[in-house]
T-cell receptor, first 112, second 112 residues
């Protein structure tokens, strides 16, 4: 079956660094995505990993280990506006073509 | 092009009624996806189109649900004989080839 696990909630303070982990078990793999979703809004794309290693984009970085079925999203210099849900999603090419399978999301609360 | 548009933003309907939602994707995107999201959960895949062809439907999509993309541009999602369990945010997304999705703002359905 398909399974994507991420912590339900995390808290952090402004200026800190936070790491959100994601583990996945899927029948196929063709890329892992991270999305940010503010309450009541649509998800917005943050990052994409298809090969092992770290992808850096400004304050956000994402890491992938395909052999471990593991990824993390690293957020640096946290700001209040980073309070949101962070969704890990896997493209499982063996299921539903190029559709993404999403985890339940991690709600991050940033306090001052 | 201003992104993916969904209409209406909100819909309240009585149980047993039919509802139809519309999605206008980014014009150059050939793939269009429908997802459903309930509170505290990640988006759940429903169906996707490549141009006008509906290539995959999730097992979540009961016979009461039907989607079309007649000319390979906009798409409609119809729910017949709505039930309270259909209450959710219905998200449309589009992509070009295997790239990441761009989501619309969603249609929030409440069945009373």
């Amino acid at each position: 079956g398909q399974n994507i696990d991420q912590p339900t909630e995390m808290t952090a303070t402004e200026g800190a660094i936070v790491q959100i982990n994601c583990t996945y078990q899927t029948s196929g793999f063709n890329g892992l995505f991270w999305y940010q979703q503010h309450a009541g809004e649509a998800p917005t794309f943050l990052s994409y990993n298809v090969l092992d290693g770290l992808e850096e984009k400004g304050r956000f970085s994402s890491f992938l280990s395909r052999s471990k079925g593991y990824s993390y999203l690293l957020l640096k210099e946290l700001q209040m506006k980073d309070s949101a849900s962070y969704l890990c999603a896997v493209r499982d090419k063996d299921q539903a073509g190029t559709a993404l399978i999403f985890g339940k999301g991690t709600t991050l609360s940033v306090s001052s | 092009d201003t992104g993916v548009s969904q209409d209406p933003r909100h819909k309240i309907t009585k149980r047993g009624q039919n509802v139809t939602f519309r999605c206008d994707p980014i014009s150059e995107h050939n793939r269009l996806y429908w997802y459903r999201q309930t509170l505290g959960q990640g988006p759940e895949f429903l169906t996707y189109f490549q141009n006008e062809a509906q290539l995959e439907k999730s097992r979540l999509l009961s016979d009461r649900f039907s989607a079309e993309r007649p000319k390979g541009s906009f798409s409609t999602l119809e729910i017949q004989r709505t039930e309270q369990g259909d209450s959710a945010m219905y998200l449309c997304a589009s992509s070009q080839g295997g790239a990441g999705y761009t989501f619309g703002s969603g249609t929030r359905l409440t069945v009373v």
